[in-house]
């Protein structure tokens, strides 16, 4: 068994106590950004996994492997909170699960042409571009929400017009208050599923797509997306596992800290207002974009693209590493840090019913 | 509220416990725990499973351990 097994293991990387812990931390706050904005916690954990030298397919892998079982714990726990609308959830999942297959067979064609180094570098491009487009988006519609005075959320404009095309089959979604073609629901479920095969991250296209094509409040997009998540995230998982790509190690490990940290930021949302989750949400787009564009010269040095001189590489890893673990920490302090506030202003007030999460 | 606590505390060291051990278990046999959760095929159904168990067992230790260290959300219905 031994032999076979080397052959296998030459894909998964060898866990120290240093790395273990780390694994630990970035599960933690992946968690508490995941259970606060809806999606994103395996945004923060493929590139935590590539700083630590796990190869871009199996950290994808590894993320969505343990994104379905924690995504399935969020959706319960937001749909007790009376966030979620299934119908939607379901329509979307569909979609997203045939999204899935085809970005994994790119991946693996990917692989198959140009190695560990060309998924590495497709992976981060994908991140590089979807989170600059989105975040800078995000950033500033919560920007716009909290300069105006009564900071409520608003129908856009795109969704309104959306909202009136009528091609069948319409469906009727309980959460929005109105029926929506599936011809509109399609295409993002689909890229939703397409982009959660790229980055392991499909909430990027879900979240906002529900948001500002279909016209769900922030709370509803993000609380329904775990149940895309979840759907998409267990078939896209056994495809995985069928090619032997997920270190169930990892999995695990991540799954310890951020099932702990899945709850917490759930709770989270219950004590902020709207804006806030988007402007988190962006700031960590645009933080973890730049922590990427810092990582690709070592891919296209690896490729042979680029011929820069070693040390420098070095420092720009470095460089991004931290500016990632900054991120993190600096996400996971605003989420906590509002939460005390807000329980601070409850309880001043100490008018609203209070439940504990586990009931 | 003390009284609660005393209540709950059973629970979440036994939850705590399984949930260790289980992780014990996994890393002092992670060779063979690697081996066949990578051979793909009717194997694949390993890492789900794995997922699923720890998920359950360490998912209901964080359940009782939130809620003891006292974080608690308030129930906000959503309008449209």
Redesign the interface.
Known sequence: ??G??MG??SN?IT?DPANILFLLFVGFVGGLVSGFIGSGGAFVLTPGMMSIGVPGTVAVASNM??K???A??GAY?RWK???VDIKLGLVMAISAILGVQVGIQIQEAILKSWGNAGSNLYVSTMFIIVLTIVGTYVFKDALNMAKSKDAKEETSALAKRIQSINIPPMIYFD???TKISFWVTFPIGFFTGLLAATIAVGGFIGVPGMIYILGT?S??GT?TELVIAFVMG?VG??KW?????????L??II??GS??GV??G??A???VRPYLIKFVMGFIMLMVASSRVLAVPQYLSELNILHLEKQLLSALDQTSFIVMSLTLLAGALIIVFS?VRG?RE?KKAST???????D | MKKENNKKIIPLLMWGAL?LSS?LM??LF??????Y?????L??????L???Y???V??AF??????FIG????????A?
């Open positions: 068994m031994e076979n097994s296998i293991l998964f866990l492997c343990h379905f079982p924690k399935m714990v726990k909170y009376g966030q959460k929005i208050g409040t709370t509803v609380a267990l998982s056994v596992a069928m090619s032997g790509m997920i270190d169930i190690r999995t695990l799954l310890a099932l702990i709850q917490i759930a709770a949302t219950t004590f939460m329980k409850l609203i019913a209070q439940v504990k999460v586990t | 949930s992780y996994i890393f992670q060779n063979e725990v690697l081996f959760a990578t051979r793909g095929g194997f694949s159904v390993v890492p789900i794995f997922a699923f720890f998920s359950f360490h998912g964080a359940s009782y351990l939130l809620p974080v608690e959300a308030i129930i906000k219905k959503e449209h």
